[in-house]
C-alpha cells in the first residue's frame, strides 16, 4: 500500500509541469479592454500569440496601422482589443 502511493504521488509530481501549460482559447472571447500581455510568438505582421497575466494564452490579430513584425518573444507588450482584434499597442 506504502508503494502503490508513493509510486501515484510520483506520477502526480511528474505531471505537474505539464499541467500547468497555459490554457489557448479564441481572442473573441477576450473583453474588450487594455491588457499586458507577454509575446510568446510573432506568426507574422498580422499575428501573435501572446500569454496573458491571468495565464490565458491566444493568438490576436493587428487591425488597421498595428504591425506586430516590431515584437519579439518574452517582450512585454500593453494591447488594446476589441472584438478580438488589436487596433494599437505599446511595447513597455
Known amino acids: 500500500m506504502r508503494t ?3 509510486s501515484g504521488l510520483f506520477s502526480v509530481l511528474a505531471l505537474a509541469p505539464s499541467l500547468a501549460l497555459a490554457t489557448t482559447i ?3 472571447l ?3 479592454g487594455t491588457y499586458v500581455v507577454k509575446v510568446e510568438k510573432v506568426q507574422d505582421n498580422k499575428h501573435a500569440t501572446v500569454l496573458m497575466d491571468n495565464g490565458v494564452e491566444t493568438t ?3 487591425i488597421g496601422g498595428a504591425d506586430f513584425s516590431k515584437l519579439k ?3 512585454r507588450v ?3 482589443v476589441i472584438k478580438g ?3 494599437v499597442f505599446a511595447i513597455q
Do not use: F, G, H, Q
Request: hydrophobic share 50%; net charge negative.
Open 78 to 80: 500593453k494591447v488594446s
Open 60 to 62: 490576436l490579430t493587428a
Open 4 to 6: 502503490a502511493l508513493i
Open 30 to 32: 477576450v473583453p474588450d
Open 73 to 75: 518573444e518574452n517582450v
Open 26 to 28: 479564441d481572442a473573441s
Open 85 to 87: 482584434k488589436v487596433p
